[in-house]
């Protein structure tokens, strides 16, 4: 049996005096696509913001790659391999489209991560836009770019925040093709999204949010069977 990519195992998380997260359990394995679905507020992203350190005060067990994490600080957790890709997108507006992914370090005791050529191959929009500035950039290439640049470091543990929201369906169409190319160079994905069209044919399971809990979590082949639950749970 493989060591997960990802085991987390009763995890709770705190912002200041505020208890987010209540107990979360999940495992991923190496090269699954793995969907966290749930409403606004039910704890997805302070369960992806808690894997990397970015909460404050944490409890439990989050193994990445099979090595105990939950003490470590931010940096030293990227250099087991995981990136991170928050809402915000976090782009260096005063920097060119190729200066954002020239900046990434690569991250030691990895592999290599993509090569430009790689990058413009997989995202032919940003090489039409390598010296554009960040700003200049649509929120759709700036989606791309987010990512790309976490290709570059080596990572092989994608963590994905809303990367649909608010795009072009074209756009969303691209992204959707990226991480169907990621899967099939053996990355694994942890995406949390509220666009459900688009999730739901990307994943290999899915687990299911409320107040700090995980409260389901099923494979894509029970995804029909289960959508009386969604509904009821995601109103999708």
């Not at 099979?66 to 928050?86: D, K, N, Q």
């Not at 987010?146 to 290709?151: D, E, F, K």
């Not at 691209?174 to 990355?187: C, H």
Request: hydrophobic fraction near 40%; glycine fraction near 12%.
């Amino acid at each position: 049996m493989a060591i997960p990519a990802l085991e987390i195992k009763g995890l709770q998380a705190w912002y200041g005096e505020s208890h987010v997260l209540h107990g979360v359990d999940m495992i991923v394995q190496p090269g699954e696509v793995v969907t966290l679905l749930g409403r606004n507020g039910a704890g997805r992203t302070s369960t992806m913001r808690a894997v990397l350190g970015l909460t404050g005060t944490r409890k439990g067990s989050i193994k990445v790659h099979g090595v105990e994490t939950i003490s470590m600080a931010t940096h030293r957790i990227a250099h087991h391999g995981i990136g991170y890709c928050p809402e915000e997108r976090g782009i260096f507006s005063s920097l060119s489209c190729e200066e954002n992914l020239l900046l990434p370090p690569k991250l030691k005791g990895v592999g290599e991560g993509m090569s430009i050529e790689e990058i413009y191959d997989m995202f032919p929009n940003l090489a039409d836009r390598r010296h554009s500035q960040g700003t200049r950039l649509s929120g759709g290439e700036q989606q791309m770019l987010a990512v790309a640049r976490i290709l570059r470091t080596g990572a092989r543990l994608l963590l994905l925040d809303e990367i649909s929201e608010g795009l072009a369906p074209v756009i969303v169409q691209a992204l959707a093709r990226m991480i169907q190319t990621l899967r099939g160079k053996g990355y694994t994905v942890v995406m949390v999204e509220q666009n459900f069209r688009f999730a739901a044919p990307l994943a290999d399971r899915f687990y299911v949010m409320e107040h700090g809990r995980m409260v389901e979590a099923f494979n894509a082949s029970d995804l029909n069977a289960k959508m009386p639950i969604l509904n009821e749970l995601l109103g999708v």
